[in-house]
């Protein structure tokens, strides 16, 4: 049967980047849907505002909703101190195979823990199961319609900290109205609207980024 795009993108991968290089793993994926295959990856120009906000934060403790092919987690994690923590939820058992094939390709397995499963179900388990008491950076990049609810939940389950940063892609492009009007009108968020471009495309997309202040 034919292969899968997930699938081609992680070939690409294998075929172009050199292994524990999670740079050239990057560039390898920006050029496979650059030049092959439009995919859902945050990107390169949203992709630098993420590690700017990363950088800038130095964060121990990271949640990723939607992991897809990984992109988003090797941006993420090559910036991470050894001793930092990113656990990301993917609930398609396809992409998670993929995803877990990439992230060791770019070396960096150890930092990263891949759950295969909904953001819904684990994110209430995240303190007795993964002993997280509280995150310090959590990426919003999954299912638009789950960005609000899955807000609330972390904030019901105390898994958010005064100055822990919540980053969401795409809030232009899909577009996610509920939860744009909830961080940005919330006295609990302080919310700001980075600029940018839907992921090789021109069309105007953006991240928010929104400080929780407890
Ligand atoms: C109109 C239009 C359409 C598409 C685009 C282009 C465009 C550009 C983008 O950057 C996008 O992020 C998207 C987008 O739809 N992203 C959804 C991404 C989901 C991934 O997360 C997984 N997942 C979804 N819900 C959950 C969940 N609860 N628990 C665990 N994993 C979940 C899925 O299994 C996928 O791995 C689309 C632009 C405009
Ligand atoms: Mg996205």
Known sequence: TRSTRPQRLLKAVRKHAARGDPQSVISAIDHFCRHSE???????????ILDSVVSELNPEK?????????????RIARLLPPGARLITLEFNAGYAAIARQVIAWAG????VQLVEGASEDWIPRMKEHFGIETF??????HWKDRYLPDTKLMEDCGLLR???????DNVICPG????????RNSLSYKSCYFKS??????????LEKSVFLG
């Open 38 to 48: 439009w995919a859902m990856n945050i990107g390169d120009e949203k992709g630098s």
């Open 162 to 168: 005064k100055g822990t940063v919540l980053l969401a």
């Open 62 to 74: 990271v949640l990723e909703l939607g992991t897809y092919c990984g992109y988003s987690t090797v």
């Open 176 to 183: 996610v109205p509920d939860y744009l009007q909830y961080v």
């Open 136 to 141: 310090d950076f959590v990426f919003l990049d």
């Open 108 to 111: 960096l397995e150890d930092r």
């Open 197 to 206: 471009h839907l992921e090789y495309t021109k069309a105007e997309d953006g």
